[in-house]
């Protein structure tokens, strides 16, 4: 199970950090990420990171602007979003998958889905 938070409503240029816990199993080894779905469209990559953390990937939109990050000890992986645009607006949604962090990128059959949360950013 993945249980993602830490959405919001937000102006623009502020800051969210999202978290995602995992339980209910074993996610030792996985690559875990973060997709957004915005109204009206259809979901989209965000960012993944490997399961050492040396590894990661973001859409071209928010480099340079967000951050993924995990702590495996606590079995969490975060999304640190900063000068937030309107065009953030989404339900963010956490994922893990035990392939690499490049195909995690650009597919979206993956093994476990968080339930998401809402990130509002207003202008």
């Known amino acids: 199970q993945l249980q993602a938070s830490g959405g919001g409503l937000v102006q623009a240029g502020g800051s969210l950090r999202l978290s995602c816990a995992a339980s209910?199993?074993?996610?030792?080894?996985?690559?875990m990420g973060w997709f957004r779905q915005a109204p009206g469209k259809e979901r989209e990559f965000v960012a993944v990171?490997?399961?050492?953390?040396?590894?990661?990937y973001y859409t071209d939109s928010v480099k340079g602007r967000f951050t993924i990050s995990r702590d495996n000890a606590k079995n969490t992986v975060y999304l640190q979003m900063n000068s937030l645009k309107p065009e953030d607006t989404a339900v963010y949604y956490c994922?893990?998958?035990?392939?690499?962090?490049?195909?995690?990128?650009?597919?979206?059959?993956?093994?476990?889905w968080g339930q998401g949360t809402l990130v509002t950013v207003s202008s």
């Open positions: 990171i490997s399961w050492s953390g040396d590894i990661t």
């Open positions: 994922a893990a998958d035990w392939r690499s962090p490049q195909v995690m990128a650009v597919t979206q059959r993956i093994a476990y």
């Open positions: 209910g199993r074993s996610f030792s080894g996985s690559v």
